[in-house]
């Protein structure tokens, strides 16, 4: 990837993203202030307990009065809760791919 | 989400606040905004979808990595932003509707083009302007689009790119060549 041609689309890549209009900047700032105001905090160990038992609870009201054309949810709480966060089971599985890197980029 | 009016001084101060919270996170922000902006628009060819885009992206990173060392933010930056990108043209089902012509987005795996050495590299640089790179990234397949971008525009190795895009390492190279010749060809068109 160090051709010329492929050298010269990213200076001028470059170029098109030093010299944005103001109101795009203007817009990306505020992007930017709305997504820091979003809450980060990490969800402690007893909160993802207690989300379970909500969960629990839901799912069991859900199995008591769900009509039988009503597909079918899983009897196990945490097959749900997996299959409710595919994606971030998908994140979680980049995460250590990350870490394995930089113990193989430490080690050699 | 839409973006622009009704913006006021009192706004600007809460934004500063929030900046004086995280001003790591913030300053990482800045740092890749205008790139993924740029990325997004090219992929929607629409800067209030791309906004909006670049708006959940971020959102997304701060809710759910912001305690994360800071030198891992980079790659799950794109990967979310490339995650979205995805998302917007599933839901608008233009990928394989539009650029149909250009070949399935699944016949890829695991062929290699190479690059097409026809011509002079020097003289097809020089000709190469942004309106001329722009109209090409915009007619390609997402996934050309993503690639190249990602390698040649954020200098992500092969590695980080399919790991960021998802697929195999011989589909980031497949869709890289494919864009590389397609800008190649191009310029080719236009100076004959």
Known sequence: MTDQLTEKAKALLDESAEHMDAETLAKLHQARSRALESDSTPVP????????????GVLLGLFIYQSPSQPPVYADPVEQEIVENMELLDDL???AWMILQEETDASS | M???EGYTAYDLFQDDARVQEKPELDRFLAS????AFRMADIATRNKDDALDIVQDTMTKLVEKYAHKPSDEWRPLFYRILQSRITDFHRRSGRTNRIFSWFGSEDDEEEVYVGVDEAGPVELLAERLTLEKLTTCLELLPVRQQQAFLLRAWEGFSVIETAKIMKCSEGSVKTHLSRATNALRNSVEEDDD
């Open chain 2, 2 to 4: 839409r973006h622009g």
């Open chain 1, 45 to 56: 160990w007893y909160g993802w307990t207690s989300g379970g038992l909500v969960t629990a």
């Open chain 2, 32 to 35: 890749v905004e205008r790139s």
């Open chain 1, 93 to 95: 599985e980049f995460m």
